[in-house]
């Protein structure tokens, strides 16, 4: 099956950091763009982040840009997510994702089941 | 950069049609036929119903179709079903080389 299963997340105090991972199996791994998107308790979907295949491009949105860091291992089939001097408004739960689309313009066809970060102290 | 606009809510009747918008920007919508459709119900991860404007993704129903005009997209849901009530959200590629989503619409088969 293809499939993103994830790991990492819980309680973390305000400062803090945290790493989040997304291991894919059912496909080429390699061939995607993938993708964090994450939602806040009651809240819509907030595009966190993209990272090529090669890892050659990676893209954040200005008001991640700093703290937030994408990184992948492409022989391990495993995607990351490093999330450092954590504030409470980062409370959300982080959905990993597969850029499906024949150019990697945000069609998100695999989701991860997401993982739930809260902030708090 | 701010979310593109959707409507916050919707509701129709089962076996009506509804269609929710999705306004941006010459820079996101309007610059690309990269727009995308979710559907997200509880507690659950969203899945893909719509991408590259109108394309469906295998397994879809055909009830779902998309279509842009200008800066707005739209998701028409035809022969309303009770599982279609969710949440849906929109996004779109953007000049920064970036994604955005839309704010999301709750949509209640009444």
């Known amino acids: 099956d293809v499939q993103l299963v994830q790991s990492g997340g819980g309680l973390v105090k305000p400062g803090g950091s945290l790493r989040l991972s997304c291991a894919a199996s059912g496909f080429t791994f390699s061939d995607y763009t993938m993708n964090w998107v994450r939602q806040a308790p009651g809240k819509g979907l907030e595009w966190v982040s993209s990272i090529s295949s090669s890892s050659r491009y990676i893209e954040y949105p200005d008001s991640m840009k700093g703290r937030f860091t994408v990184s992948r291992d492409n022989a391990k089939k495993s995607l990351y997510l490093q999330i450092n001097s954590l504030r409470t408004e980062d409370t959300a739960v982080y959905y990993c994702a597969r850029d499906g689309g024949a150019v990697a313009g945000g069609a998100f066809d695999i989701w991860g089941h997401g993982s739930l970060v809260t902030v708090s102290s | 950069q701010s979310a593109m606009t959707q409507p916050a809510s919707l509701s129709g009747s089962p076996g009506q049609s509804i269609t929710i918008s999705c306004t941006g920007t010459?820079?996101?919508?309007?610059?690309?036929?990269?727009v995308s459709w979710y559907q997200q119900h509880p507690g659950k991860a969203p899945k893909l119903v719509i991408f590259?404007?109108?394309d469906r993704p295998s397994g879809v129903s055909s009830r779902f179709s998309g279509s842009k005009s200008g800066n707005t997209a739209s998701l028409t849901i035809s022969g309303l079903q009770a599982e279609d009530e969710a949440d849906y959200y929109c996004n779109s590629y953007t000049t920064s080389n970036t994604v955005l989503f839309g704010g999301g619409t709750h949509l209640t088969v009444l």
């Open positions: 010459s820079n996101d919508v309007g610059g690309f036929n990269y």
């Open positions: 590259d404007v109108s």
